[in-house]
């Protein structure tokens, strides 16, 4: 039976080069500033360390249930909606909020897979109308 | 009291109210949003208003999550948060028998007398426990910071370790900005804007509501998964008994007050939230039964005391956060964010110099309890429509409103940046089972933390530092707490397998 590589494993080896780089970091501050900055690091190196041990004994049991909780079949759609939003919040600082909303909704919902066009307009429409309300007039908000 | 009355009556605060019973309704019937994201995406909304419209908008969508989760519970058999698990055993059954709008009636006759406990036990127990708070300082408070963080391994289900794993990564990103007593500033790489450290809100979004809508998104693309919204049954009828007469009530009222009392003692208990509530809350009614043998095949009772209890946690969980900062629930701990944003801190001080703001907010919350009730009589038969609305049409606007939100703190795009990368990393420590909640304890308690310690540092003098911690009755109590906090999640695992077992 092949074995896959607990997620843990990976967890905990994330989580012990992240407290290395900050405690690293942290050495370069003066004595009082840093004291805190260590502990964390310490502590997330223990932490770490328990979690990567706990992963590489799952890893190297027999339980059946040890697969990965990420598959990349559908991984893939996560990672191109998190561009989707990340475009959106690019286009929010370039060409303002309002357009940038106009055009992130109906790509989102074409994305999701709804088709009426209808539907994506008057949600889109609607869902701007509210928050020009909202924020411009309601709350005297300026937006980006 | 009139005065308190009089400032829950103002239009702004009734406005808040309102927005905050129907938001926190409907998001609570959408399985899969939660009180949690609910509070975090509406924190940016209230923060240009005053802080007791806020605070009472913030509340009221804590509570009536709660409830709108328990329609989808009955009428689905899914429950729309956690807290609405025990509710969906009986309630559902009763809907397949043609009984939807008597097991509808019970939760909200259970829901609403449920919340008005919590709240009345809020408005008299937190001031005597805020007259504890007087005695602390420094020292004290840095205990109440390290047993604050140690209930961050109740918050963590089933794996503790990864509760305070994510727990020490709020301490880390509580630490970027300006040391409190130097003013060093540390991990900023030279930009201005982590002077101040991140921003909550942003970060709370990021972790909160981004992170969900891409797990959301995850499961949209899962071969079999709901996309067009829950699918309701065409032969739901809602016909037939619907509230309980004045009789049947009495009969039922010390069901209900003992639910609403072991709600409020939970909600307490730092880690406890709703989800154990209600399973007490049913296991009570079972108990409290003769005829056991309805119960998991259709019980009104079941759904009467689940609902009762879960409803009266919300109100017992403002206790120790309003009182000592220590949040009962993941919900509270996102809902002291919001208080501290408005200039509200936690302890003695909110029931002294701010209790002009204080006591309009707990009024608003019983009053949220009242108005829900009212609301979901009118609209019971009607609301659960708002469940057909598919997650693929919600999750764009979900987004926008995170981001927009996200901006409106600062009106910095920076502070988008960090919630878009703060969805990304909450959407892998969601997968690989690390809990999102306790980074919020870490953030705001690591501050506090640091600070009380460096106070305690100055003031101990010649002594040693635990020389100095040990004189001090207040740290003693709270130090003995932090040991029985660390033994609290392997404590709640038995209990609540116990009750969930003992009922199937």
Redesign the interface.
Known sequence: MKKHLHADVIAGGIMIVFALIWGKIALGFPEIPRRFPLFVSVAFIFLGAIILIGGIRKTNSNDEKTVSPISWTKFKYVIAGFAIIAGYAFLMGTIHFFPATLIFVPAMMLYLRIRNPIQIVLTDLALNGFLYWMFIIMLKIKLP | MAAYFAALLQPDVLLALLLGTVIGMAIGIMPGMGATMAISLMIP?T??MGPVASLVMLASLYTTATFGGSFTAILLHTPGTSSNAATARDGYELTKQGHALEALGMTIQGSLFGGVFGGLALLFIAPQLAKLALHFSGPEYFFIAIFGLTIIGSLSGDEP??G??TG??G??IG?VGM?Q??G?L??TFGHLRLMNGFTMVPVLLGLFT?SQM?VQ??R???PGAI?KGQVIDPNITFSGKFLMGPAEFLKNLPLMLRAGVLGVLIGILPGAGGDIGSWVGYNEAKRSTKDKTKFGHGEPLGVLGSETANNAVCGGAYIPLLTMGIPGSGASAVLMTGLIMHGLVPGASLFTEQADQTYPIILGYIAANILMAVIGLIVAKKVIMVARI?M??I???V??LA??GS??IN?S?FD??V??CF??IG??MR????PTAPVVLGIIL?KMA?RSL?SSIQMKKGATLIEFFMGRPLCWLFFILTIAAVFAPILMNILKKRVVNSNS
């Open positions: 909304v923060y240009k370790i990864k305070y794993a020490v990564l301490l880390a630490a040391e007593s130097t060093y540390r991990y981004v891409l998104l995850e949209m693309n899962t996309e598919p693929n049409a999750l764009p606007i987004i926008v981001l927009v901006f409106s009106r795009m988008v940046g919630t878009v969805g990304f959407y892998f997968k690989l089972g690390f690591g640091e460096y």
